[in-house]
């Protein structure tokens, strides 16, 4: 069949009209071999200029189009669409992208022309090697493997579970809660956090969707959103669970004391962390070492704030939530709180700093603390000009990633930030998202939180899977991806690697690798890995580009 | 460095050396070997794998030339070994190209014993082939007097010819004849799998401080030539038109890239269909700049290079073979040299090193995502 | 037919301004042709007047196989405007056995070629002396000699007579340094040439059927002489597998000569496919057998597999010998053995477009051939 090429190139109101000779550009096209139609319009991205390139497609019979306009990164996809209305596979289209490459930045009207003639040709040049692609499908799993079962995990999972929706919910520890059962009182409610976890502990008990397991780890993770392969070992026992997608909500520890230099001794009696005082508060008994009742206690934020970089946020309010336990226990004690400076973003917590401070906690700013033991613990500021002798000293420490974060990130292969925390796939736009599709971050395994934060994000992530993952419907993978010829792989296995989205395996047999064409996303890493080009990416093959960028550099 | 000393009647190395390999075999410490062998003509050499005693005995471990990498022999064997203790006598040069190609999963080592070798240097086959009886002979002194005149350009440049405290090369064990007493040579332990297979030939290990001195010369001698050699090269490659300049005799035969240990592909990309274009894209490039070139060969050249020089072991095969004449060897060891200090990274150094532009760093990730 | 152009001046002058003119003209766009930059020498596609001028044709070095150049550039697609090419009749009968195999087309190629006094090695190119080589070489064609210093294949080839161009120009004519001829070969070349380029006369000789002048017969039945010598020294039944395996001993499998072949197509080899790899057990088993095995293996099989697929259509040129680091004489082993294999199926590569190769049709009288 001879091939009835079209090419369109859109004003884009007067974005691309004024600053490129378009009548110009057309004169340099028309007379390009099997190019029967050259036609401009205003905006092609409007319901008339859609409607204009539809009925261009079917008027001229055209085999393959190229459109001269935006950034295909803004509109590729609306008129993929159109070329399918217009009864064409989609991938027979190129973009030149003549607004932000030529009319955004080029002064010269002439020479902008002149870009932008050289961009359409090389589109032109490319289109006519591009292929149909057909669409796929595939089933989706709608189960949910949440990983960690603190506040984070559980609330995912009560939220997610459901009649056509099964949710496994993956503990390491010996019961699900995580942090927070340890603690009497949270602020702001103060309620008890046994209470708060066994309310939904309750929950889960009635729930039948939701399958708990205890004592058990994610072992391996193999597959993509809508049909993941997990192996969960519980105990000496594993098993395969397939789901369609995965919450990580492991949670955070509390940075290892010894790893700190510069604060004194840290390793004395009566010196405790946040959660061991937690403990010791639940416990019910607040006592030194030696039995007796504490008549001064220090309590001191930020500690190894500098050596992450980073301000954990939530422990200025458990700081002064020990305060609160210790007035309310030990009504008498002196309180020393050590900041350097109070994070006390949400409404009500303001108030509740003043009315700790009213009731005469000494809140002292200071930045450069040391704590000695001599002669009983003291604790010194004020490049040592100060020292305030004490009973007992708590310690806020910095929130630091789970133990297992690191691990998870290669299972899953998903980015982690510099201080270890997974990262979201964006701060602002997507917050519970990795780069992973089908993969969700919450809680502190994110970064430092409070328990309302964390519910928060597991109610963000269960709304994004509920709306991506809904049962029966089925998922449409991308069809641009790469592919391994049989003939001229060496087995050399460089791309596995490369391979962020884990698609590439290698056949032991054939001696040649493979790429998984469901789990590959396309994104063309494997490709420059390959010296012999035995990977290519289908629309993005060695010789598409190499007729784009030919006639570019001509 | 400790070693054993074995003997070599009338310094002759080869008989010595066989005949420690066929004790090894007695012992089951290998069961088979990949020894150099002089063709039934006589007139040049080849590999060969065997377990056959008198085959053993007429082998020449150390032989005068390089005519197929050793590292390219051996890729043969990637599907898989017929037996599992295989001795392979090699090169210093040869032994690092193996060790790139372990990983890129071309040879595994699982069955080998890498068995490396002081390296006087090899004669230039077209040399031997004019007349490979005096070859022979030049060689024969070439192997006591280390004598650098008559051996190929890039072997002249080469300062991994023996085993020193800072580790150039990996291997398992090696045959050292440099500093060792007349009509004896050693073997020291090159690896772990080394020291057990000396363990378990109960051999005495003795202090080989007296040839630190020789292999130390050695390596200064060739570290100089190179500068020097250097000298001239350097400004015949700097830069686009020096460059084209060095190539300009290329015909683009690839017999370089055919006789290099690492490039490994199956099928060349520069030979490959990959990218084709038709008599209109030629003319249109040609009307351009008033003629165009068949076959682009700078393209070829440049393109190798990006693609392995990080693994480049500096064997000469690729010189030694260019019907040209083209110094391609030293061009890419230069290059090669520059791109692995780059990355602080020596191919064939050692089995552990990963290449540097193989493994997934989870912080490369990042830069990708953002 | 049977039409020639005498042109007043020095061969290589004439021809050069032959192309200048046919580019101006715009009867071409561009030549193909030999360019010479010191002690570079290689193909170029010229559209430069001025490059055209500073060409060297008749430069008597082969740094590739033209034909195989020719092919790569029109195996896609058909040249759409005029080209000329000036190459060698070994390289134009490879061309044509590659367009048998769909590997190319001579639409809108304008051929132009000599009767050919051979090529000297590639390498050759660095010799100091060479200029002087250059002289001596012309001396001896002009004089009806065979010069010093080809390529063995070269002077074995009796095939000088490019048949199939549609220019053909004898070198080996005593004028040559003040006049030449230009043989008007196919009705193709009508079309480019005409009065303008020259007083268009009537020939005697008839290159395609074979009429030519005399001193061009006797060089050819000169080198037909070498030729059965050296076929005698080569032949199959007399080498037999151990023969041939003493002649590739040397051979350390590295598949350049057919990297250079023109014959040589495929874009993966065969032999270098995963389907030839050494398998375990094959491996195993040979050990047995042998005792010992040659790594890499198979470069006997190479050799004999690369003869199988192309000895009906070996052209003679001497590539493979040129490259191949080991110095085997391939050329002269492929062309021995192949010219026997064309005898046999009375087939001569590169001769008539329109004859199939004989590996790929079936004859009946082969089948008798093998009864009997
Ligand atoms: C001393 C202290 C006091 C605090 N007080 C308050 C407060 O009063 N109010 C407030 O809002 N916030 C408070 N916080 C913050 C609060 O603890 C967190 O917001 C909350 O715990 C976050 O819940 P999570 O589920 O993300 O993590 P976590 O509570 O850490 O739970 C993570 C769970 O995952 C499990 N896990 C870990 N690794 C794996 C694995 N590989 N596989 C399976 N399971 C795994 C853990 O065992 C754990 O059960 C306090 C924090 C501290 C340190
Ligand atoms: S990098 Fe290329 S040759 Fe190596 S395994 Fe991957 S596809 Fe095969
Ligand atoms: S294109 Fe390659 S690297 Fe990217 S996802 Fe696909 S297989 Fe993986
Ligand atoms: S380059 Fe030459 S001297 Fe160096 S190890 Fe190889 S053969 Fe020996
Ligand atoms: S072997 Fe020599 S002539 Fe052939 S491609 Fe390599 S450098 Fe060029
Ligand atoms: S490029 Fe040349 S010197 Fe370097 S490894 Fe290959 S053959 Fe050896
Ligand atoms: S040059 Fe590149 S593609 Fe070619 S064989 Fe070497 S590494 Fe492979
Ligand atoms: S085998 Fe050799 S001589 Fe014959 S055509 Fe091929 S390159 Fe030329
Ligand atoms: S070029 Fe020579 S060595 Fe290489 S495969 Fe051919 S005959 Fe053998």
Request: net charge negative; proline share 4%.
């Amino acid at each position: 069949m001879k091939e009835r090429i079209g090419i369109f190139l859109c004003e884009c109101g007067p974005n691309i009209a004024e600053k490129i000779d378009l009548d110009k550009v057309k004169e340099a096209l028309e007379h390009l071999p099997n190019v029967v139609i050259v036609a401009r319009h205003k905006l092609f991205c409007s319901l008339q200029g859609k409607e204009f390139l539809k009925e261009s497609i079917k008027e001229n019979n055209l085999t393959r189009f190229v459109i001269a306009a935006c950034s295909p990164k803004q509109h590729e996809l609306t008129f993929m669409i159109v070329a399918e209305d217009a009864g064409m596979n989609p991938h027979l289209f190129q973009m030149a992208n003549i607004r932000e490459q030529c009319a955004w930045i080029i002064e010269d009207k002439d020479e902008a022309t002149k870009k932008a003639i050289l961009y359409i040709k090389a589109a032109y040049k490319r289109v006519i090697y591009h292929e149909s692609l057909d669409k796929k499908e595939i089933v989706a799993n709608p189960d949910v493997l949440v990983i960690g079962g603190g506040i984070a995990g559980i609330e995912a999972s009560l939220a997610l579970a459901g009649p056509d929706r099964k949710v496994y919910l993956i503990e390491k520890t010996e019961s699900l809660g995580g942090k927070i059962k340890e603690f009497d009182e949270v602020f702001i409610s103060f309620k008890n956090g046994q209470s708060i976890i066994d309310e939904r502990l309750e929950r889960i008990e009635k729930e039948d969707n939701i399958e708990t397991r205890l004592q058990a780890e994610v072992i391996d993770v193999k597959g993509f959103l809508g049909n993941f392969i997990v192996i969960v070992k519980t105990g000496d026992s594993e098993e395969k669970i397939q789901v369609g997608a995965i919450i990580v909500a492991i949670g955070f520890e509390l940075i290892n004391l010894s790893q700190l230099k510069g604060y004194g001794s840290l390793d004395c009696d009566d010196i405790y962390t946040g959660l061991e005082f937690e403990k010791m508060k639940k416990e019910g008994k607040i006592t030194t070492k030696s039995g007796s009742v504490p008549k001064s206690v220090g309590i001191i934020h930020c500690i190894g704030r500098n050596e992450v970089g980073y301000c954990s946020g939530v422990c200025c309010l458990s700081s002064i939530k020990f305060s609160k336990y210790i007035q309310d226990k030990l009504p008498g004690t002196n309180i020393f709180e050590f900041y350097r400076d109070l994070t006390l973003p949400d409404k009500a917590y303001q108030k509740f700093y003043e009315n700790i401070e009213n009731k005469g906690v000494n809140f002292i700013q200071a930045d450069d603390i040391k704590i000695a033991n001599e002669k009983g613990l003291k604790i010194k500021y004020n490049k040592n000009k100060s020292t305030q002798p004490v009973d007992m000293i708590i310690l806020s420490p910095a929130y630091v990633p789970a133990k297992d974060s690191n691990s998870l990130a290669e299972m899953l292969r998903i980015p982690r930030d510099d201080s270890g925390f997974f990262t979201e796939e964006h701060p602002k736009l997507a917050p519970v998202n990795t780069s992973a599709e089908g993969i969700f971050i919450i809680g502190c395994a994110q970064g430092p939180k409070s328990i309302k934060d964390s519910i928060s994000q597991a109610h963000a992530a269960a709304g994004k899977i509920l709306a991506s993952i809904i049962p029966g419907k089925k998922l449409e993978p991308e069809v641009r991806i790469s592919y391994i010829n049989e003939a001229f792989c060496i087995g050399c296995q460089k791309c596995l690697n490369t391979c962020n989205y884990g698609a590439i395996y290698f056949d032991n047999l054939k001696f040649i690798s493979i790429v998984n064409e469901v789990l590959c996303h396309g994104c063309g890493n494997c490709i420059a890995s390959c010296n012999s080009s035995a990977i290519q990416l289908k629309h993005f093959k060695d010789i598409q580009m190499h007729q784009e960028i030919i006639e570019i550099l001509r | 460095m400790d070693g054993v000393i074995l003997k070599a009647q009338n310094n002759d190395f080869n008989k010595g050396i066989k005949s420690f390999l066929l004790s090894g075999l007695k012992n089951g410490v290998f069961d088979s070997f990949i020894l150099s062998m002089q063709v039934p003509a006589k007139d040049s050499y080849a590999w060969i794998l065997t377990y056959d005693e008198g085959l053993v005995k007429s082998s020449t471990p150390i032989s005068p030339i390089m005519t197929v990498q050793g590292a390219r022999a051996l890729k043969s064997l990637r599907t898989g070994t017929p037996t599992q203790k295989i001795a392979v006598v090699m090169r210093p040069c040869e032994m690092r190209a193996v060790i790139e190609l372990s990983k890129l999963n071309q040879i595994n080592l699982n069955d080998l014993i890498l068995i490396s070798y002081d390296c006087p240097g090899t004669l230039p086959i077209k040399n031997y082939l004019e007349d490979p009886e005096k070859g022979e002979e030049v060689f024969n002194k070439i192997l006591l007097d280390w004598d650098d005149k008559n051996i190929r350009e890039t072997c002249k440049l080469c300062d991994k010819v023996s085993v020193q405290e800072e580790k150039t090369f990996q291997s398992d064990l090696h045959i050292t004849t440099l500093g060792i007493e007349q009509n004896n040579f050693a073997i020291i332990s090159n690896s772990e799998k080394g020291i057990e297979i000396l363990n378990e030939l109960k051999l005495e290990i003795k202090n080989l401080s007296s040839r630190d001195e020789p292999v130390k010369k050695i390596i200064e001698t060739r570290r100089k030539n190179r500068e020097n050699s250097r000298k001239e090269l350097i400004p015949q490659l700097i830069g686009l038109d020096a460059l084209s300049e060095f190539f300009s005799k290329c015909i683009n035969c690839k017999v370089c890239r055919s006789v290099c240990p690492i490039c490994y592909c199956r099928q060349c990309y520069f030979s490959s269909e990959k990218v084709k274009y038709s008599m209109e894209d030629y003319l249109l490039q040609a009307s351009t700049r008033g003629n165009m070139k068949f076959l682009p060969s700078l393209l070829f050249q440049v393109g190798r290079m990006t693609h392995m020089s990080l693994s480049c072991v500096n064997c000469g095969a690729c010189e030694d073979a260019c019907p040209m004449d083209i110094k391609v060897g030293q061009a890419f060891s230069y290059v090669g040299d520059n791109v692995q200090k780059l990355f602080d990274y020596l191919p064939g150094r050692s089995f552990e090193e990963p290449l540097p532009l193989s493994v997934y760093r989870e912080e490369e990730f990042k830069e990708i995502e953002n | 037919m049977n039409k020639k152009i005498k042109i007043n001046k020095s061969v290589e002058t004439g021809l050069k301004e032959l192309l200048i003119s046919l580019l101006e003209s715009r009867k071409i766009k561009a030549v193909f042709t030999l360019e010479r930059n010191k002690d570079a020498v290689y193909y170029s596609l010229i559209t430069d007047l001025e490059k055209v001028d500073q060409a060297s044709p008749f430069l008597p070095f082969m740094p590739a196989n033209g034909g195989k150049l020719l092919s790569k550039l029109t195996d896609i697609k058909s040249i759409s405007e005029p080209i000329a090419a000036v190459i060698h009749p070994c390289e134009l009968a490879a061309f044509i056995e590659l367009i048998k195999k769909q590997q190319g087309s001579l639409d809108n190629l304008l051929i132009i070629s000599s009767v050919c006094p051979g090529v000297m090695p590639i390498n050759n190119i660095s010799e100091t002396n060479l200029d002087e080589k250059i002289k001596k070489y012309f001396e001896s064609a002009k004089n009806s000699n065979i010069p010093t210093g080809l390529r063995e294949n070269c002077e074995i080839c009796s095939r000088i007579i490019p048949t199939n161009a549609d220019i053909i120009i004898n070198l080996m004519d005593k004028d040559i340094d003040n006049s030449f001829e230009l043989y008007i070969n196919s009705e193709k070349a009508e079309k480019f040439l005409g009065d303008e380029n020259g007083e268009i006369l009537d020939s005697d000789f008839d290159f395609a059927n074979n009429t030519f002048p005399q001193n061009i017969k006797d060089i050819i039945s000169q080198k037909e002489k070498n030729r059965i010598a050296v076929n005698e020294k080569y032949k199959f039944d007399q080498l037999g597998m151990d023969g041939l395996i003493d002649l590739f001993g040397k051979c350390i499998g590295c598949h350049s000569c057919g990297g250079v072949c023109p014959i040589c197509y495929c874009e993966l080899c065969d032999f270098d496919s995963a389907e030839h790899e050494y398998k375990k057990n094959v491996l195993k088993s040979d050990l047995n057998s042998r005792a010992g095995v040659r790594l890499p293996p198979n470069t006997i099989l190479y050799q004999l597999g690369r003869l199988n697929h192309i000895s009906t259509s070996c052209v003679g040129c001497g590539m493979c010998t040129d490259v191949c680091p080991v110095d085997i004489p391939v050329g002269m082993i492929f062309s021995s053995i192949g010219n026997s294999v064309q005898e046999l199926f009375k087939y001569i590569p590169g001769e008539n477009l329109e004859e199939a190769n004989p590996i790929t049709v079936y004859k009946k009288e082969e089948l008798t051939n093998f009864e009997d």
